[in-house]
Structures are given as structure tokens and as C-alpha cells.
Nanobody, 126 residues
Framework: QVQLDESGGGLVQAGESLRLSCAALGRVTMFGMAWFRQAPGKEREFVAGMDWDGENTWYADAVQGRWTISRDNVKRTLYLQMNSLKPEDTAVYYC????????????????????WGQGTQVTVSS
């Protein structure tokens, strides 16, 4: 049984920061991990991702330069440091894990990930 537990969401004002965490529980090694988000009425979209060793990191254009993804493999935890938050960042944020060494369709595709967290709400007021 694998479980991804997100935390760290909340309500902040524009320009402030939040750090999301995602703890991986279970005996499966996550090679690739990522954050996705879904705003009301919109599709779930890729935000940021990285390989297990951190050699490769990827960001959506909308968050590039503002946010940083990282992971602690000893703690089996993924992080997303979100700075300079904007109202358009308001969404439910999901952690995702890939147990393979490849990404089906690409690292930014939902089908590339096998495990998902329950989501954490981030709301940014203007």
C-alpha cells in the first residue's frame, strides 16, 4: 500500500509564500515525483517535477523562477516552495509519484504517475 500525504496548503495574500510537503508512505520507491494543480473548472495541470536524484527538475512556465521543487529521499518527502504567490495560483495541489524510470508521454503528463495524494488547497487572495 502506497500513500502520498500532502500538507502545507492554506490561505495567503498575494506576494506571500507557502511550502507544501508530500510524505510518501509505503515500500515503493518513487523515482519521479511531481506537483500538479487543479483550479475550479479547469483541468489538472503540471506544476513542477523532479527525478529521484534531483539531477533533472522541470517547471511549468507559470511558476518558473518563483517556485522550487525539492525532495529529501531519507525522509521520503517532496517539497514545493512557493514564493511570490498570485491569485491565479489558487487551486488544489496534488503530489504525484512515478515508480518507473521513465515517464509515459512525458514528465508533465498525468498518466506518467502511478500514485496520487488527496490534494491540499492553496488560496491566494488579492
Amino acid at each position: 500500500q502506497v500513500q502520498l500525504d500532502e500538507s502545507g496548503g492554506g490561505l495567503v495574500q498575494a506576494g506571500e509564500s507557502l511550502r507544501l510537503s508530500c510524505a510518501a508512505l509505503g515500500r515503493v520507491t518513487m523515482f519521479g515525483m511531481a506537483w500538479f494543480r487543479q483550479a475550479p473548472g479547469k483541468e489538472r495541470e503540471f506544476v513542477a517535477g523532479m527525478d529521484w536524484d534531483g539531477e533533472n527538475t522541470w517547471y511549468a512556465d507559470a511558476v518558473q523562477g518563483r517556485w522550487t521543487i525539492s525532495r529529501d529521499n531519507v525522509k521520503r518527502t517532496l517539497y514545493l516552495q512557493m514564493n511570490s504567490l498570485k491569485p491565479e495560483d489558487t487551486a488544489v495541489y496534488y503530489c504525484a509519484g512515478n515508480k518507473e524510470l521513465y515517464y509515459i508521454g512525458g514528465y508533465d503528463q498525468r498518466r506518467a504517475y502511478h500514485y496520487w495524494g488527496q490534494g491540499t488547497q492553496v488560496t491566494v487572495s488579492s
